[in-house]
C-alpha cells in the first residue's frame, strides 16, 4: 500500500485528491496539510511515501517545505511530488534544487496524477511532460551547496562500469524496464545497479542522480 500525504492551502483541493487517490486499492491517503509547516508535521507524524506538495501556500510554502523535508535524515524515505498550476521554468528549477523526485502540474489528467504517485512510490523521478531537458541541464551547471564533495576526476573510479552506464541511461531518461530490455536482464538486477549507484553518488533518488550526471558531464544534450 502507498501511503499519501496532501499539503494544499485549498480544502477543495485536497478533498478532490483524496477522493480520487483512496479510490485506489494500492493507495491510501494519510494526512492532510494546509500549509509547510503542516506539510512537515504531517511527514514526521504520519511517515508517508509520497507527499503531494503544492508550492504556493501561505506561510512556510510547498518550497521550503521541501527543503526542510529532505534534509532530515528520519524523512529520508518520503518522496515529494510538487504540484502547481503554474509550469514555470523557475519553479521546476527550485522544486529540482529543494530535492522534490517530481513535478506536475494541476491540470494533469487524474490517471496520470495516480500514476505519478506510484512512480515517485517506487524510487523513480518524473517530471511533467512540458518540462525539457534543459531545465536539467540549468540546474546541473548551478553550484549546489548540498551536493557531495565528489570531484569529477573520481567518478569513473567510484562507480562500476554498469553502474556508470546505468547513471547514464537513466539520465538519458530510460526507466527501469527499458534499461533491463536493452541489456536483457531482469528489472531486479537493473534496481540493483542504480542503488548501489545512488549510494555511491549520495543521491536521495533518481532525479538527484540525474542531476549529478548533467552536472559532471556523464550526459550531454
Known sequence: MIRVALADDQLLVRTGFRALLDAEDDIEVVGEASDGNEAVAVCIDRRPDVIIMDIRMPGCDGLEATRLITARDDLAAVKVLILTTFELDEYVFEALRAGASGFLVKHTQPAELIQAVRVIAAGQALLSPGVTRRLITK????????????????????????????????AAGLSNDEIAARWVVSNATVRTHVSRAMSKLQARDRAQMVVFAYRHGLVRI
Request: glycine share 0%; proline share 9%; net charge negative.
Open 139 to 170: 540546474f546541473a551547471q548551478e553550484p549546489a551547496e548540498t551536493q557531495a564533495p565528489i570531484a569529477p576526476d573520481s567518478i569513473v573510479d567510484l562507480l562500476t562500469t554498469r553502474e556508470l552506464e546505468v547513471v547514464r541511461l537513466v
